[in-house]
Structures are given as structure tokens and as C-alpha cells.
């Protein structure tokens, strides 16, 4: 089954996504959040904790970005996370193997526990899924 849009989202019933016209100072906005958590997750002085949960951030900013910039926005429904990364994945063409370790990510970061966090090669392999949208 291909990724979601918002528009197979919002057919299907979800509250998640509105229309909404392309704010380019909320895309900047994005994209420079974005940025800083980036480099909290490349700082290798950070817990491992803390830099899963800044790598998921700046994904997650990038998508509200990619969302944004094709006239869509989010609201706080419940499973506004998880349809937004699935929605930005869509557009941006990448593979449901990448989506799903991204949400393996999101599913670590937003438990907030350390009995979340992967083996050490699990771990590698959704640290570069996650690095591999901000790093050139």
C-alpha cells in the first residue's frame, strides 16, 4: 500500500490536516527548528535519549515544512504525528521501508522512555534513516 496523502487522510475521515495557504515565514520557521535539533542530534555529548529525540524533531519540523509548502497544516487531532511524518514521506517519494523506521523513531521519541531505545545496530540503522533528511 503506497504512503498517505492528506488528501487520503482528510477522504478517509481524519481531523488531522487542513487546507491552508503556503506561509513561507512558518516554512523558514520550520526549517531553522528544524536545523538547531539537528545539531543536538549530531552532538555527540548529548545522551542517546536526547538525540533521538532531537533527530525525530527535526524530521518532524521538516515535515510540518513539506506539509506547509504544498497547503496543508496540522492540527492537534490525535495521530497528527504519525500522519503528518506518513503524509511528508509521500510527497517527498521516499520508501515505506524508510516511513517505517521513522516511525519506529517517532514511537521511541514520543514514549520518553530508555526502555524504548533500540540495540546498538538497531539503533545505527534509524539513526541514519533519521540523518539521512538533514545531513547533505
Same mark, same amino acid.
Request: hydrophobic share 45%; with cysteine.
Given at each position: 500500500?503506497?504512503?498517505?496523502? /492528506?488528501?487520503? &487522510?482528510?477522504?478517509?475521515?481524519?481531523?488531522? &490536516?487542513?487546507?491552508? /495557504?503556503?506561509?513561507l515565514?512558518?516554512?523558514?520557521?520550520?526549517?531553522?527548528?528544524?536545523?538547531?535539533?539537528a545539531?543536538?542530534?549530531?552532538?555527540?555529548?548529548?545522551?542517546?535519549?536526547?538525540?533521538?529525540?532531537?533527530?525525530?524533531?527535526?524530521?518532524?519540523?521538516?515535515?510540518?515544512?513539506?506539509?506547509?509548502?504544498?497547503?496543508?497544516?496540522?492540527?492537534?487531532?490525535?495521530?497528527?504525528?504519525?500522519?503528518?511524518?506518513?503524509?511528508?514521506?509521500?510527497?517527498?517519494?521516499?520508501?515505506?521501508?524508510? &516511513?517505517?523506521?521513522?516511525?519506529?523513531?517517532?514511537?521511541?521519541?514520543?514514549?520518553?522512555?530508555?526502555?524504548?531505545?533500540?540495540?546498538?545496530?538497531?539503533?545505527r540503522?534509524?539513526?541514519?534513516?533519521?540523518?539521512?533528511? &538533514?545531513? /547533505?
Open positions: 500500500m503506497p504512503l498517505r496523502k /492528506p488528501e487520503d &487522510f482528510v477522504a478517509g475521515g481524519s481531523k488531522v &490536516f487542513r487546507k491552508a /495557504p503556503v506561509n515565514e512558518s516554512m523558514r520557521g520550520w526549517v531553522l527548528i528544524s536545523r538547531d535539533k545539531k543536538d542530534a549530531l552532538n555527540q555529548d548529548n545522551s542517546t535519549s536526547t538525540r533521538l529525540g532531537a533527530a525525530y524533531d527535526s524530521v518532524l519540523n521538516l515535515s510540518l515544512a513539506v506539509l506547509s509548502s504544498r497547503g496543508w497544516r496540522c492540527t492537534a487531532a490525535d495521530g497528527h504525528h504519525v500522519q503528518a511524518l506518513e503524509a511528508a514521506c509521500s510527497y517527498i517519494g521516499v520508501t515505506q521501508s524508510v &516511513f517505517d523506521q521513522m516511525d519506529a523513531v517517532r514511537v521511541c521519541a514520543t514514549v520518553n522512555t530508555m526502555a524504548c531505545l533500540p540495540a546498538k545496530a538497531t539503533w540503522l534509524r539513526w541514519h534513516a533519521c540523518s539521512a533528511w &538533514f545531513l /547533505p
